[in-house]
């Protein structure tokens, strides 16, 4: 089994920064891809940025283009997402996942972390 563990949450004043990590441990081997989603209270879990954990290729929603970085040190199987110049729109629930060989989707997840932007 993989497990995926999500830390770094808090609360912080917009304009702010934090840093969200994704510690995975198991049979990590099996995973090709981890992504960072998001849900806001009523609203859907939506996708906001994934890396391969190969090549390291990326994605981002437009929301946060410019402003988050997705990055992976895979030595310690740990993906970063490096959040700058945080809005009140971007508080929510944020999740790792992880997409392994021959799933069609992300098919594991970690517990979540509250990110709140308020001041």
């Known amino acids: 089994q993989l497990q995926l563990v999500e830390s770094g949450g808090g609360l912080v004043q917009p304009g702010g920064s934090l840093r969200l990590s994704c510690a995975a441990s198991g049979f990590t081997r099996t995973y090709y891809a981890i992504g960072w989603f998001r849900q806001a209270p009523g609203k859907e879990r939506e996708a906001v940025s994934c890396?391969?954990?190969?090549?390291?290729?990326?994605y981002y929603t437009d929301a946060v283009k410019g402003r988050f970085t997705i990055s992976r040190d895979k030595a310690n199987k740990t993906v970063y997402l490096q959040m700058n110049h945080l809005k009140p729109e971007d508080t929510a629930v944020y999740y790792c996942?992880?997409?392994?060989?021959?799933?069609?989707?992300?098919?594991?997840w970690g517990q979540g972390t509250q990110v709140t932007v308020s001041s």
């Open positions: 890396i391969s954990v190969s090549d390291g290729n990326t």
């Open positions: 996942a992880a997409r392994t060989i021959g799933a069609t989707g992300y098919d594991y």
